[in-house]
Protein backbone atom coordinates (compact mmCIF):
# COMPACT_ATOMS: atom_id res chain seq x y z
CA UNK A 1 0.00 0.00 0.00
CA UNK A 2 1.11 3.38 -0.73
CA UNK A 3 -0.31 6.28 1.62
CA UNK A 4 -0.89 9.95 1.72
CA UNK A 5 -1.47 11.98 4.71
CA UNK A 6 -2.40 15.86 4.80
CA UNK A 7 -3.49 17.96 7.58
CA UNK A 8 -4.83 21.09 6.54
CA UNK A 9 -5.45 24.45 7.65
CA UNK A 10 -8.05 27.23 6.60
CA UNK A 11 -8.95 30.74 6.92
CA UNK A 12 -11.69 31.95 7.61
CA UNK A 13 -11.98 29.15 10.36
CA UNK A 14 -16.24 28.90 10.55
CA UNK A 15 -18.50 25.82 9.58
CA UNK A 16 -19.34 26.99 6.32
CA UNK A 17 -16.00 27.80 4.77
CA UNK A 18 -14.61 24.23 6.87
CA UNK A 19 -17.83 22.07 5.06
CA UNK A 20 -17.43 23.54 1.47
CA UNK A 21 -13.51 22.74 1.75
CA UNK A 22 -14.31 19.36 3.29
CA UNK A 23 -16.85 18.41 0.37
CA UNK A 24 -14.22 19.55 -2.19
CA UNK A 25 -11.26 18.18 -0.71
CA UNK A 26 -13.73 14.55 -0.19
CA UNK A 27 -14.81 14.59 -3.91
CA UNK A 28 -11.05 15.66 -5.37
CA UNK A 29 -10.20 12.42 -3.07
CA UNK A 30 -13.23 9.80 -4.58
CA UNK A 31 -11.93 11.08 -7.86
CA UNK A 32 -8.19 9.43 -7.34
CA UNK A 33 -9.70 5.82 -6.94
CA UNK A 34 -7.74 5.58 -4.06
CA UNK A 35 -8.70 1.86 -1.93
CA UNK A 36 -9.83 3.89 1.12
CA UNK A 37 -10.43 8.30 1.34
CA UNK A 38 -11.23 9.74 4.59
CA UNK A 39 -11.84 13.48 4.69
CA UNK A 40 -12.50 14.44 8.54
CA UNK A 41 -12.71 17.49 10.62
CA UNK A 42 -9.95 17.13 13.66
CA UNK A 43 -10.87 17.12 16.66
CA UNK A 44 -10.65 19.54 19.94
CA UNK A 45 -6.79 19.08 21.25
CA UNK A 46 -4.55 18.56 18.16
CA UNK A 47 -1.36 20.42 18.23
CA UNK A 48 -0.43 22.01 14.70
CA UNK A 49 -2.55 19.35 13.28
CA UNK A 50 -4.55 21.11 10.86
CA UNK A 51 -8.66 21.52 10.72
CA UNK A 52 -8.97 18.75 8.19
CA UNK A 53 -7.55 14.89 8.11
CA UNK A 54 -7.34 13.74 4.61
CA UNK A 55 -6.29 10.40 4.13
CA UNK A 56 -5.90 7.92 1.25
CA UNK A 57 -4.56 4.40 0.38
CA UNK A 58 -3.45 3.23 -3.16
CA UNK A 59 -2.73 -0.20 -4.12
CA UNK A 60 0.64 1.46 -5.41
CA UNK A 61 2.54 4.49 -5.61
CA UNK A 62 1.68 4.39 -9.40
CA UNK A 63 -1.59 4.99 -8.68
CA UNK A 64 -1.64 7.77 -6.81
CA UNK A 65 1.17 9.69 -9.41
CA UNK A 66 -1.84 9.14 -11.49
CA UNK A 67 -4.21 11.38 -9.72
CA UNK A 68 -2.25 13.29 -7.60
CA UNK A 69 -2.26 16.77 -9.82
CA UNK A 70 -5.92 17.17 -9.29
CA UNK A 71 -5.71 16.38 -5.69
CA UNK A 72 -2.99 19.03 -5.07
CA UNK A 73 -4.93 21.82 -6.65
CA UNK A 74 -8.18 20.31 -4.53
CA UNK A 75 -5.51 21.10 -1.19
CA UNK A 76 -3.87 23.86 -2.01
CA UNK A 77 -7.00 26.31 -3.21
CA UNK A 78 -8.24 29.07 -1.03
CA UNK A 79 -9.38 29.32 1.58
CA UNK A 80 -6.56 26.44 2.60
CA UNK A 81 -3.46 28.27 3.66
CA UNK A 82 -1.36 25.64 4.79
CA UNK A 83 -0.73 21.82 4.16
CA UNK A 84 1.60 19.65 6.10
CA UNK A 85 1.88 16.27 4.05
CA UNK A 86 3.52 13.07 4.24
CA UNK A 87 3.60 9.72 1.80
CA UNK A 88 4.74 6.48 2.79
CA UNK A 89 4.85 3.01 2.00
CA UNK A 90 2.14 0.85 4.37
CA UNK A 91 4.01 -2.24 4.49
CA UNK A 92 6.07 -2.53 7.70
CA UNK A 93 10.16 -1.32 7.50
CA UNK A 94 10.83 -3.64 10.35
CA UNK A 95 8.99 -6.17 12.96
CA UNK A 96 6.00 -5.09 15.08
CA UNK A 97 5.84 -1.93 12.87
CA UNK A 98 2.34 -2.58 11.98
CA UNK A 99 0.13 -4.26 14.62
CA UNK A 100 -4.18 -4.43 15.53
CA UNK A 101 -4.73 -5.30 19.05
CA UNK A 102 -5.75 -9.15 18.74
CA UNK A 103 -9.20 -9.20 20.56
CA UNK A 104 -9.90 -5.30 19.78
CA UNK A 105 -12.33 -3.27 18.79
CA UNK A 106 -12.49 -1.39 15.52
CA UNK A 107 -10.86 2.44 16.17
CA UNK A 108 -13.68 4.85 15.91
CA UNK A 109 -10.35 7.96 16.33
CA UNK A 110 -7.46 7.56 14.23
CA UNK A 111 -4.31 9.96 15.05
CA UNK A 112 -1.43 10.44 13.03
CA UNK A 113 1.56 11.84 14.47
CA UNK A 114 4.06 13.92 12.30
CA UNK A 115 7.86 14.01 13.33
CA UNK A 116 11.01 14.51 12.17
CA UNK A 117 14.29 12.91 13.19
CA UNK A 118 17.50 15.26 13.59
CA UNK A 119 19.92 14.70 10.54
CA UNK A 120 22.67 14.09 12.67
CA UNK A 121 21.03 11.39 14.35
CA UNK A 122 22.75 7.80 14.30
CA UNK A 123 20.67 4.63 12.38
CA UNK A 124 21.60 3.02 16.68
CA UNK A 125 19.82 6.07 17.90
CA UNK A 126 16.58 6.18 15.47
CA UNK A 127 16.79 2.11 16.09
CA UNK A 128 16.11 3.31 19.83
CA UNK A 129 13.55 5.72 19.07
CA UNK A 130 11.70 3.45 17.02
CA UNK A 131 11.73 0.43 19.32
CA UNK A 132 10.07 2.82 22.37
CA UNK A 133 7.37 3.86 20.02
CA UNK A 134 7.00 0.58 18.93
CA UNK A 135 7.34 -0.89 23.26
CA UNK A 136 3.58 1.16 23.86
CA UNK A 137 1.09 -1.02 22.42
CA UNK A 138 2.42 -3.70 24.84
CA UNK A 139 1.32 -1.64 28.15
CA UNK A 140 -1.08 0.84 27.00
CA UNK A 141 -4.44 -1.15 25.86
CA UNK A 142 -6.68 2.08 24.31
CA UNK A 143 -4.42 1.29 21.47
CA UNK A 144 -6.72 -0.91 19.25
CA UNK A 145 -4.15 -0.84 16.21
CA UNK A 146 -0.86 0.98 15.47
CA UNK A 147 2.20 1.86 12.84
CA UNK A 148 5.39 3.55 12.22
CA UNK A 149 6.33 4.52 8.84
CA UNK A 150 9.03 6.26 7.36
CA UNK A 151 8.46 8.92 5.22
CA UNK A 152 8.92 9.10 1.71
CA UNK A 153 7.59 12.41 0.48
CA UNK A 154 7.35 15.41 3.28
CA UNK A 155 6.06 18.61 2.28
CA UNK A 156 4.82 21.55 4.46
CA UNK A 157 6.68 23.03 8.04
CA UNK A 158 9.30 20.08 8.37
CA UNK A 159 10.85 17.57 6.44
CA UNK A 160 9.31 14.92 8.15
CA UNK A 161 10.87 11.70 8.56
CA UNK A 162 8.57 9.13 10.71
CA UNK A 163 4.35 9.14 11.27
CA UNK A 164 3.39 7.24 13.69
CA UNK A 165 -0.14 6.34 13.74
CA UNK A 166 -3.21 4.97 16.20
CA UNK A 167 -6.72 3.62 16.22
CA UNK A 168 -8.62 4.03 19.45
CA UNK A 169 -12.20 3.01 20.46
CA UNK A 170 -12.66 6.84 21.38
CA UNK A 171 -10.74 10.15 22.13
CA UNK A 172 -10.66 9.18 25.71
CA UNK A 173 -8.13 6.55 24.57
CA UNK A 174 -5.64 8.60 23.04
CA UNK A 175 -6.15 11.71 25.47
CA UNK A 176 -5.79 9.61 29.07
CA UNK A 177 -4.14 6.17 29.27
CA UNK A 178 -2.25 7.32 25.92
CA UNK A 179 -0.60 10.27 27.03
CA UNK A 180 -0.28 9.96 30.47
CA UNK A 181 0.63 6.25 30.55
CA UNK A 182 4.25 5.94 32.24
CA UNK A 183 6.35 3.94 29.52
CA UNK A 184 5.20 7.63 27.42
CA UNK A 185 6.84 10.07 29.80
CA UNK A 186 9.58 7.88 31.30
CA UNK A 187 10.48 6.16 27.66
CA UNK A 188 9.03 8.17 24.77
CA UNK A 189 8.85 11.77 25.58
CA UNK A 190 13.06 11.98 26.34
CA UNK A 191 13.51 11.50 22.49
CA UNK A 192 11.19 14.83 22.28
CA UNK A 193 12.68 16.58 25.25
CA UNK A 194 14.84 18.98 23.77
CA UNK A 195 16.56 19.30 27.53
CA UNK A 196 17.43 15.61 27.49
CA UNK A 197 20.68 14.34 25.93
CA UNK A 198 18.71 11.66 23.69
CA UNK A 199 16.45 13.71 22.37
CA UNK A 200 16.16 13.51 18.68
CA UNK A 201 13.34 15.34 17.28
CA UNK A 202 13.97 19.06 17.74
CA UNK A 203 11.10 20.61 15.29
CA UNK A 204 7.52 21.05 16.36
CA UNK A 205 5.37 18.07 15.36
CA UNK A 206 1.95 17.93 14.28
CA UNK A 207 -0.29 15.62 16.30
CA UNK A 208 -3.56 15.35 14.76
CA UNK A 209 -6.68 13.28 15.13
CA UNK A 210 -10.32 12.79 13.91
CA UNK A 211 -13.28 10.51 13.56
CA UNK A 212 -13.26 7.25 11.39
CA UNK A 213 -15.84 4.70 10.31
CA UNK A 214 -13.45 2.39 9.17
CA UNK A 215 -10.53 0.88 10.66
CA UNK A 216 -7.56 2.67 8.45
CA UNK A 217 -4.70 0.69 9.52
CA UNK A 218 -4.15 -2.32 8.07
CA UNK A 219 -5.60 -5.53 10.39
CA UNK A 220 -3.10 -8.51 8.82
CA UNK A 221 -0.26 -7.87 11.23
CA UNK A 222 0.48 -9.17 14.78
CA UNK A 223 -1.20 -8.69 18.12
CA UNK A 224 0.41 -6.69 20.84
CA UNK A 225 1.70 -9.78 22.57
CA UNK A 226 4.05 -10.88 19.62
CA UNK A 227 5.09 -7.00 18.84
CA UNK A 228 8.74 -6.69 18.67
CA UNK A 229 10.81 -4.45 21.12
Known amino acids: MYEVTR???VSPLDEPTLDAVAARIAAAADATGAEIALVSPTLPGVRNGGHLVAHLQFDSEDRW???R??????TSQ???VRVNSVEYHGSPHRPGSVGRRAMGNPGAVYRTLLLRVDDSATTDEVDRFERALLRMPRYVDAIQAWRLSRVAVAGGDSQWTHVWEQEYAD???LLGPYMNHPIHWASVDP???PENPVCLVTERVCHSFCTTDRPLIEPASLPTESAQV
Open 78 to 80: EPV
Open 171 to 173: VDG
Open 69 to 74: AAFDRA
Open 191 to 193: FFD
Open 7 to 9: LID
Open 65 to 67: IGS
